[in-house]
């Protein structure tokens, strides 16, 4: 179980430029990777065509031996949202809605926001925002607010974490505690992460690197 790329290509814009090419990779279940490379080699392209958000040119991702490519949007949008957070560099909280409901949104928009609260709650105070619950995004610091997005990220206690870049914002001090908080999403709860970063330092805590250069897996 688990996520597969089979000789994915990409191309983008018109006329078509190719930005990734014969890209194989194998991720289980549980594990915790890290996608280095130099800015503009596919990073980014790349977790958007593992993680659902955008569609392969060539070759085809699989989800647990599903071809994503051949699953309905409607089934894909679902799968999604039950099974996979995501914490993207910037952290696009909703402007007014409070902590709880940011957090809470995934839950919202699959009925199960009475169920998921008190989970909510917990990750709130564990990442030490229990005060905060009721405030709005403006009222927070940048480091709060990516600590918020990552809750949200977790609300449903996905399978699979995609995060792109998740302390590019950061100072290095919250920038830790970010990475403390998803490498114990990884070893406790078993979440599969897949973790795009520029920094060797939270790069070494993934359990596997994969290194792009120019759209190719080195
Ligand atoms: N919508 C687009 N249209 C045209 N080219 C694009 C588009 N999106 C990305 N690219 C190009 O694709 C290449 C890979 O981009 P990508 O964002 O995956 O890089 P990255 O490794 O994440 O870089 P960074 O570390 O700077 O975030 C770059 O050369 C970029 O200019
Ligand atoms: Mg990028």
Do not use: C, W
């Given at each position: ?75 894909i949008h679902r ?139 080195q």
């Amino acid at each position: 179980m688990g996520i597969t790329a089979r000789h994915v290509g990409k191309m983008i814009g018109e006329p078509p430029t190719r930005i990734l090419s014969d890209i194989n990779l194998e991720i289980n279940n549980g594990e915790f990777l890290a996608l280095t490379g130099r800015s503009g080699s596919g990073k980014s392209t790349l977790l958007y065509l593992l993680s659902t958000l955008d569609r392969v040119s060539q070759g085809e991702v699989q989800i647990d031996g599903q071809n994503v490519g051949k699953m309905e949007p409607e089934m894909i949008h679902r799968f999604r949202n039950a099974n996979m957070g995501f914490i993207f560099q910037f952290h696009y909280l909703l402007a007014e809605l409070n902590t709880l409901e940011n957090v809470l949104m995934p839950a919202r928009k699959s009925g199960r926001q009475v169920e998921r609260e008190h989970y909510a709650r917990s990750l709130l105070k564990q990442f030490d925002l229990g005060d905060k619950m009721h405030r709005l995004p403006r009222q927070l610091s940048g480091g709060e607010q990516q600590r918020v997005a990552i809750a949200r990220a977790l609300v449903m206690e996905p399978q699979y974490l995609f995060a792109d870049e998740p302390t590019g914002s950061l100072d290095s001090v919250n920038g830790e505690n970010v990475m403390n908080i998803i490498r114990d999403a990884n070893e406790r709860l078993n979440v599969t992460v897949i973790m795009v970063t520029h920094e060797s330092d939270f790069a070494r805590l993934a359990k596997r690197q994969v290194h792009l250069v120019d759209g190719k897996i080195q």
